[in-house]
């Protein structure tokens, strides 16, 4: 009996200490970013966004607007395969984007206070 009393003083416990938590955290901006993809992707999306010329051009040239660039550093997948992470002093990264943006790959140079979309690829 005394084992089914504290068990149950633990489940009354843990339910309240989640509410309480689930509250606090429905007020903030709380994000999760632990995986390779979405601590990349969050590091290249806080830093001042440039665009190399030729990147520019395919934004023209495709009608491709800034916002789509926004949603591919936000959902897309890094190839680390294809990136260069460890080169100095700016790392290199080859991301790609998913479902209706799978079409779209970004080259993105990645220093201390900036990125650089340094090439877009449209495959069709």
């Known amino acids: 009996m005394q084992w089914l009393k504290r068990f149950g ?3 009354v416990g843990l339910a309240l200490g989640t509410i309480v938590v689930l509250f606090i955290w429905k007020g903030k901006d709380v994000s999760f ?12 999306r806080i ?3 440039l665009f ?4 520019q051009q395919v934004l023209v040239s495709s009608k491709i607007d800034t916002s789509t660039i926004s949603t591919i ?5 890094v190839n680390f395969g294809k990136s260069k992470p460890r080169v100095k002093p700016c790392a290199e990264y080859y991301i790609t984007g998913k479902d209706s943006l799978k079409h779209i790959s ?12 340094d090439k877009i690829t449209i495959t069709n």
């Open 73 to 77: 550093l936000t959902h897309g997948d």
């Open 33 to 44: 970013d632990y995986g390779m993809d979405a601590r990349t992707l969050k590091t290249i």
């Open 106 to 117: 970004l080259y993105v140079i990645r220093c201390d206070s900036t990125a650089t979309i």
């Open 52 to 55: 190399s010329d030729t990147a």
């Open 47 to 49: 830093k001042k966004r």
């Open 9 to 11: 003083y633990y489940l």
